[in-house]
């Protein structure tokens, strides 16, 4: 658990969504919406992997052009984030609870 | 404990000055990773700056945005 979460669950992400999170794709707790924009942000962060046409349709079956920007750059920067506070040993902060 | 040290005087740095105050009004004290970029002020002003530019942009709900960044913090190991 870190900020970002602590702050999804101030904005109303439930518990039960935030330990389901990496099985959105198979769970009821996630819309359509949210398991193609999780999926997004895991093509983009994946090393190996790449937003198929396919994916981006789906996500874009969703979100307008200017949304999918944004998207685009919330997964980005996270990357630059984790991968900066992870390269660093940067600690955890203590927000919540730890996963 | 994190590779580099940790910087939570701001010296004359008038860049970490400002960005440190800003952080102890909002969260009572400085983050973890504000001590660490501030080896780097115009880096840390900058993450700073793009983060604050995301939740302005606010084209897609905090809910949706918070998932997002979480999802990316495991697959990349941040325990953030």
Redesign the interface.
């Known amino acids: 658990m870190d900020i970002h979460a602590s702050r999804g669950m101030q904005a109303g992400a439930s518990n039960d969504k935030i330990d389901a999170i990496e099985r959105a794709g198979e769970s009821p707790l996630f819309s359509e919406r949210e398991r193609a924009a999780l999926e997004y942000a895991v093509a983009i962060t994946v090393t190996g992997q790449k937003v198929t046409d396919e994916l981006f349709a789906r996500v874009r079956a969703h979100f307008t052009e200017d949304q999918v920007v944004e998207l685009t750059a919330v997964a980005a920067f996270e990357n630059f984030r984790s991968k900066f506070n992870v390269a660093l040993g940067v600690e955890a902060q203590g927000f919540c609870r730890i996963r | ?4 040290k940790e910087i939570d005087d701001a010296g004359a740095d008038a860049t970490l000055q400002e960005l440190f105050a800003k952080e102890i009004e909002v969260f009572g004290y400085l ?3 504000t001590k ?2 501030a080896h780097c002020p115009p880096i840390l002003k900058a ?1 700073k700056q ?2 604050a530019a ?1 939740e302005r ?1 606010g ?22």
């Open positions: 404990m994190p590779r580099v983050l973890n990773t660490v970029q993450a793009f983060g995301i942009s084209l897609l709900d905090p809910e949706l945005r918070a998932l997002v960044n979480l999802r990316v913090a495991i697959i990349n190991g941040c325990p953030f």
